[in-house]
């Protein structure tokens, strides 16, 4: 069982459209992060999100942390074919269990797969 | 700054096989970690170092071993390897955000490992 459940796992949209990653839990995190992965890589730091109701703008990607910090979304507006890739939201500061309640250590979503295509 | 180097970048091993896979990080982190990604399963933390002569568990830490050789080095190594083990390894060191209290993580390129 996932603690953080990501939708959709695949995503495959024409550049200009716009879309929607879900990230959501029935658990309450100090903080939530997305990640972007490329093929081959590791992945890198998009945002931090730690209040609820937070909304974060990055260029054309938008991120919000919901009221009750259990859930977030990713928002991608005109999508282009460089946004290709592996979102990962991560929770920090899980108030339950040993090991994700301190510090730096993060329990991942599975991820959402985009493709856009030109 | 190379930022957090990993070798090998790729390795096929027999059943049964050992191997250490290297990391290491010249950003002057604290903590340091290794996870798994399977398709589908997002990352998984294997073991991590909270910092230079500490480790733990994490949440898939059967069939590893690891060691914090020093500030900057985090090695994970498999001592019989099994197919069950197939899967791309990252690690990660971590910076506290200023004024937060969660972490930056900064990942390797991965290490894709494949065990017959």
């Known amino acids: 069982t996932q603690l953080l459940e990501q939708s959709p796992q695949f995503l495959s949209i024409q550049e200009g459209e716009n879309l929607t990653v879900y990230c959501n839990s029935s658990?309450?995190?100090?903080?939530l992060q997305w990640y972007r992965q490329e093929p081959g890589e590791g992945p890198v730091l998009l945002v931090t999100v730690v209040t609820g109701g937070e909304v974060k703008k990055l260029k054309r990607l938008t991120f919000q942390f919901g009221d009750a910090r259990k859930d977030s979304s990713l928002h991608i507006t005109a999508a282009q074919p460089g946004d290709t890739g592996l979102y990962l939201c991560a929770g920090a500061g899980l108030p339950m269990g040993p090991i994700y309640n301190q510090g730096g250590k993060l329990i991942f979503g599975q991820g959402t797969e985009l493709s856009v295509k030109p | 700054n190379a930022g957090v180097t990993q070798t090998p970048k790729f390795q096929v091993l027999k059943t049964g096989q050992s191997m250490t896979l290297q990391c290491a990080q010249d950003?002057?982190?604290?903590?340091m970690y290794w996870y798994r990604q399977d398709p589908g399963m997002g990352l998984r933390l294997i073991y991590y170092?909270?910092?230079?002569?500490?480790?733990d568990k994490g949440e898939v830490p059967n069939g590893y071993n690891v060691s914090r050789l020093n500030k900057r080095e985090f090695s994970l190594r498999l001592e019989s390897a099994a197919p069950s083990q197939t899967s791309v390894y990252f690690c990660?060191?971590?910076?506290?955000?200023?004024?937060?209290?969660?972490?930056?993580?900064?990942f390797g390129p991965g290490t894709r490992l494949t065990v017959l």
């Open positions: 658990s309450v995190f100090s903080s």
């Open positions: 170092s909270a910092s230079e002569g500490t480790t």
């Open positions: 990660a060191s971590s910076v506290r955000l200023a004024g937060l209290n969660t972490d930056t993580q900064y």
């Open positions: 950003m002057n982190h604290n903590s």
